[in-house]
């Protein structure tokens, strides 16, 4: 079971809007510890797509968009394209765990 | 541009070693923390450890501590993790990355990553 909570699944339509949610507790997200995002390809690794909770890497469409507040945070993504298929993580800092990660999830473009 | 290429990974039995390796460029490696990840078959990520530019400072999870070893050798460009006791449960692709800035406490980049498989 991860610190962090993300829900296991999300799907929309090509150019519909989506979001992901990601909670924690006072020991994280509600410490103050600011929270980042990545997206996972099938069969590649791990790339930042949000960082500091809503700052986007160069190269990252501003499609991809990062929110904090109180213990949680959500990734949105707008305009949504076949290519944005893939698993996202929520990743921050505990005071007692040190580095955490979300369990994931899996964006399906219908 | 950086680079970050990991080696060392396969198959192994339980209670058995294993040593991994990063190989770094592109950046100074020796002003740059640096961590590893974990990931199991279909599972999500795990952080694994984590050690400090000089190598000074070393941070382990609960789940290897005791057991994992993270160093680095700066001259080398290399990291390293060393991993003993191994159980069933630390199979996973393991990836190194890097801490992007001074005080950010994110992954940034990561490299391609090695299999760790360890039967029983």
């Known amino acids: 079971q991860s610190v962090l909570t993300q829900p296991p699944s999300v799907s929309g339509a090509p150019g519909q809007r989506v979001t992901i949610s990601c909670t924690g507790t006072s020991s994280n997200i509600g410490a103050g510890y600011d929270v980042h995002w990545y997206q996972q390809l099938p069969g590649t690794a791990p790339k930042v797509l949000i960082y500091?909770?809503?700052n986007r890497p160069s190269g990252v469409p501003d499609r991809f968009s990062g929110s904090k507040s109180a213990t949680s945070a959500s990734l949105a993504i707008t305009g949504l394209q076949a290519e944005d298929e893939a698993h996202y993580y929520c990743?921050?800092?505990?005071?007692?765990?040190?580095?955490?990660f979300g369990g994931g999830t899996r964006l399906t473009v219908l | 541009e950086v680079q970050l290429v990991e080696s060392g990974g396969g198959l192994v039995q339980s209670g058995g070693s294993l040593r991994l390796s990063c190989a770094a460029s592109g950046f100074t490696f020796s002003t740059s923390a640096m961590h590893w990840v974990r990931q199991a078959p279909g599972k999500g990520l795990e952080w694994v450890s984590s050690?400090?530019?000089?190598?000074?400072?070393?941070y382990y999870a609960d789940s290897v501590k005791g057991r994992f070893t993270i160093s680095r050798d700066n001259s080398k460009y290399t990291l390293y993790l060393q991993m003993n006791s191994l159980r069933v449960e630390d199979t996973a692709v393991y990836y190194c990355a890097k801490r992007p800035t001074v005080t950010g406490n994110w992954f940034d980049p990561w490299g391609q990553g090695t299999l760790v498989t360890v039967s029983s």
């Open positions: 990743q921050s800092y505990d005071n007692s765990l040190n580095w955490i």
């Open positions: 500091g909770n809503s």
């Open positions: 050690v400090s530019g000089s190598g000074s400072s070393t």
